[in-house]
């Protein structure tokens, strides 16, 4: 087991940590901007409004599914570096690609929710949900097979299994939705609904005995 000395040269974990709340708090935030009326609308009554307002629906539908996803990745992320002391130069490159692929969901949630019949929005959506997902795997496996980061609370095995469920399950749902789209044009985010069940027997899984 290599010296916690010889490890902590790199950054201290809490740098790491704050750097990934700001990721996902701006791409949070980025995600609301596309929640609004088109410029070129000019309402004149209610009625107007009202069908503008209906019309803004793909764009809020794409809104709850990112930022849902991302909380999920968020939650994710923040237990697993819980359990760390320290981390390395590794773990720093991989933080840092997956909150690079993060960055990218407010793009891809605005492609998708502008052209929501568009088969290309979909598969940049999906892709981009995908990539956060090979990420996130990523910085799981590390964790849990280098133990000496953790101290004396490492990555149990059911945790593992659970956040490697929980994160392969997504990346099923995105390719799912790629499908959906090719037949159902527009129709293909709502596969991610299944984000919900998933998360759900992902935390069966932890609390199971290992």
Same mark, same amino acid.
């Given at each position: 087991?290599?010296? $916690? ?22 791409? @949070? ?5 596309? /929640?609004? /009326? ?10 107007? /409004? ?29 237990? *697993? ?14 933080? *840092? ?6 960055? $990218? ?23 981009? *949900? ?37 994160? /392969?399950? &997504? *990346?099923?749902?995105? $390719? =799912?939705?790629? =499908? ?13 609904? &299944? @984000? ?15």
């Amino acid at each position: 087991m290599p010296n $916690l000395d010889t490890v902590s040269h790199h950054i201290p974990k809490h740098r790491l940590e704050a750097l990934a709340d700001g990721v996902f708090a701006v791409a @949070m935030t980025l995600l609301v901007i596309e /929640l609004k /009326l088109p410029e070129s609308v000019h309402i004149q009554v209610e009625s107007e /409004l009202v069908h503008a307002v209906a019309g803004m629906a793909s764009k809020f539908i794409s809104w709850v599914i990112s930022f849902f996803v991302l909380a999920i990745y968020w939650h994710s992320h923040q237990r *697993m570096f819980h359990r760390l002391r320290l981390v390395d130069g590794s773990l720093v490159g991989l933080t *840092m690609g997956f909150l690079g692929c993060v960055s $990218l969901l407010p793009f891809a949630s605005s492609l998708s929710g502008q052209f929501v019949k568009a088969m290309l929005a979909q598969v940049i959506y999906s892709s981009v *949900m995908l990539l956060m997902g090979v990420g996130a795997l990523l910085c799981a496996r590390y964790i849990h097979r280098h133990p000496e980061l953790c101290g004396d609370s490492p990555m149990t095995l059911p945790s593992y299994r659970a956040a490697r469920f929980r994160t /392969l399950g &997504l *990346m099923a749902v995105a $390719l =799912v939705a790629i =499908v959906i789209a090719r037949f159902i044009p527009g129709a293909g985010n709502m596969a991610f609904t &299944l @984000m919900f069940i998933i998360s759900r027997l992902a935390r069966r899984m932890e609390a199971a005995p290992g």
